[in-house]
Every structure is written in C-alpha cells, then in structure tokens.
C-alpha cells in the first residue's frame, strides 16, 4: 500500500486517530506474509480514526456544536448521508452549502463513510461482505483520500474565508 498516503492523512489526525492509523500499518505488514479469509477487520482501525476525524472536521467548521460533538447520539453516518430526510441535521447539505466545492467533498466523504465502515460492519442477510486484502487496502485507500481532500478543503476554506 502506498505509505505516502499514510503520511499526507496523519498530517490531519489527532494523536489518538494517528495511532489506529498504525495499527492499520501494522496489521497490513503483518499480513504480507499471512493469508486470511475476509480482511476486513483490518479497515476497522481506519474506519475509527475516520469517524474521530470527521467530528473534528465538522466541528472545526462548526457544521456541528459542542452538544453534538461531545454525544454519544450524534450518528456521523446519518447526518452525512445525503437522503437524511431532515435536511436542517444534513451535515451533506450544510458542507454542500458552505464552498463551491463543498458537494463534491461532501460526496467523497459520504462514499468513504458507506465504502469503509457501513458495508463492511453492518451485517446484510446473504452478502456478508467478505473483503480480499486488496478490497481492504481500497478502502483504507478511500478513507486516507477523504481525510486528505477534506484537511486541504479546511485549509483552503481557512485561507478564502477566515483570514
């Protein structure tokens, strides 16, 4: 897998989230001389650090306040997912609506969050979603992107808006 990509994303990560993302690391070397039959445990360190990562995200644009940061209730899945049927909780929209290129950031976020975490935790009756090393190293890959773009929007965001 490209170390590259572990590096730009751990720029963005708390120490906490910068930690899972070695374990991903570690799990992955581990494994180059190993074979198992559905590799995706190994996105679940990644998967963690992202959801970490998306509530500072969202909270450092104040998409969300301290109340939802902080709950236990907050779903990041369900607020980012663009059919949320209540739109005013939509953090899809409210990033669709804070920059020109908030959509396509939006969407990138939701896909990592649906590719990453939510087809390979939640059990679906006869599609177990097994995962080949390969399937797991894309969506680590996807969800490294996501933190990447999104970091680079915030900074960007920063510099167009803030300064």
Do not use: C
């Not at 950031?105 to 979603?129: C, D, M, T």
């Amino acid at each position: 897998m490209n170390q590259e990509l572990f590096l730009d994303a751990k720029k963005y990560l708390k120490n906490d989230q910068d930690q899972l993302i070695d374990d991903v690391k570690n799990v992955l070397s581990y494994l180059q001389q190993n074979h198992i039959n559905d590799y995706s445990f190994v996105v679940a360190p990644a998967a963690k650090a992202y959801e970490g990562y998306l509530k500072d995200f969202f909270f450092d644009l104040e998409i969300i306040d301290e109340y939802s940061y902080h709950s236990n209730r907050f779903r990041v899945g369900k607020t980012l997912n663009p059919s949320l049927r209540y739109k005013r909780y939509s953090i899809f929209k409210k990033l669709s609506d804070l920059h020109q290129d908030g959509e396509q950031l939006a969407e990138k976020l939701w896909s990592a969050w649906k590719q990453g975490r939510n087809e390979i935790f939640h059990y679906f009756p006869g599609n177990v979603k097994k995962l080949t090393k390969l399937e797991a190293e894309e969506r680590i890959t996807l969800i490294l992107k996501a933190i990447i773009d999104s970091g680079d929007f915030i900074n960007q965001y920063r510099q167009d808006f803030l300064l």
